[in-house]
T-cell receptor, first 113, second 114 residues
Framework: SQQGEEDPQALSIQEGENATMNCSYK?????LQWYRQNSGRGLVHLIL?????REKHSGRLRVTLDTSKKSSSLLITASRAADTASYFC?????????????FGKGTKLSVKP | GAGVSQTPSNKVTEKGKYVELRCDPI?????LYWYRQSLGQGPEFLIY????????DSGLPNDRFFAVRPEGSVSTLKIQRTERGDSAVYLC????????????FGSGTRLTVV
C-alpha cells in the first residue's frame, strides 16, 4: 500500500522559477525522505528529514516537515532544465519494518528552458 | 563497486517462464532492498535483507517470488511461472543501515512478460 501522496501530480514551470511539491502521509514516522527519478529508472536520494526536525536545506533544496499535519514539502529554488524529473517522498512508519519505505505516486516536474 | 549494479537492464520473457534478476550492492552496505515499480506508480516494497537474512519479506506478492543473498553481498530475485502482471521495473537498493540513511538505488531491471 502507498501511504505517501504527492501533489501536484504534475508541475510545469519556467527555468529560474521555484518549484514546490507537497507530500502527505497517514501514519507516524521515524523519518521522511525525498527521491528524484529520471526516465522511470533508478532513484536518487535527495534529502532525509527526521521526525524531530522541522526544516532542512541542501543546496537549492529546502524540505519542511509538519508531523502534526502529517505533511512535508520540497522546494527547489532557481530551477534548471536538469531538474526535470519525477519526485517521490518516502516514509518509514513507526512500528513498521525498518527496511520498508513507503513511497507516494510522485510529482512529475517539467522545467522549460 | 561505485554504485548499485543490476543485471540485466532489460528482460523479456514468456509467460510461465522462470527469471532471475541480479543485484550487486555497494561494497560494505549491509542492508539490501528490492522494490517493484509499475508505470505511473511509486516503488513498492518487496523484501529487505540485513546481511544474509531476509529481515522482512512481507512485500513479496506470492510464493512465486523468492530472493536470496547467500553471502551477504549479491542478491538474486527469483520469479517462477511469470505472469503478465509481473511486468514492471524491479529496483534494488542498498544502504549502510536501515535507519537514518538514504538508500542508493540501482538503475533497475525492466521485466516484460509476454
Amino acid at each position: 500500500s502507498q501511504q505517501g501522496e504527492e501533489d501536484p501530480q504534475a508541475l510545469s514551470i519556467q527555468e529560474g522559477e521555484n518549484a514546490t511539491m507537497n507530500c502527505s502521509y497517514k501514519t507516524s514516522i521515524n523519518n521522511l525522505q525525498w527521491y528524484r527519478q529520471n526516465s522511470g529508472r533508478g532513484l536518487v536520494h535527495l534529502i532525509l528529514i527526521r521526525s524531530n526536525e522541522r526544516e532542512k536545506h541542501s543546496g537549492r533544496l529546502r524540505v519542511t516537515l509538519d508531523t502534526s499535519k502529517k505533511s512535508s514539502s520540497l522546494l527547489i529554488t532557481a530551477s534548471r532544465a536538469a531538474d526535470t524529473a519525477s519526485y517521490f517522498c518516502a516514509t518509514d512508519a513507526i512500528g513498521g519494518s525498518q527496511g520498508n519505505l513507503i513511497f507516494g505516486k510522485g510529482t512529475k516536474l517539467s522545467v522549460k528552458p | 563497486g561505485a554504485g548499485v549494479s543490476q543485471t540485466p537492464s532489460n528482460k523479456v520473457t514468456e509467460k510461465g517462464k522462470y527469471v532471475e534478476l541480479r543485484c550487486d550492492p555497494i561494497s560494505g552496505h549491509t542492508a539490501l532492498y528490492w522494490y517493484r515499480q509499475s508505470l505511473g506508480q511509486g516503488p513498492e516494497f518487496l523484501i529487505y535483507f540485513q546481511g544474509t537474512g531476509a529481515a522482512d519479506d512481507s512485500g513479496l506478492p506470492n510464493d512465486r517470488f523468492f530472493a536470496v543473498r547467500p553471502e551477504g553481498s549479491v542478491s538474486t530475485l527469483k520469479i517462477q511461472r511469470t505472469e503478465r502482471g509481473d511486468s514492471a521495473v524491479y529496483l534494488c537498493a542498498s544502504s549502510l543501515s536501515t535507519t537514518g540513511s538514504g538508500y542508493t538505488f540501482g538503475s533497475g531491471t525492466r521485466l516484460t512478460v509476454v
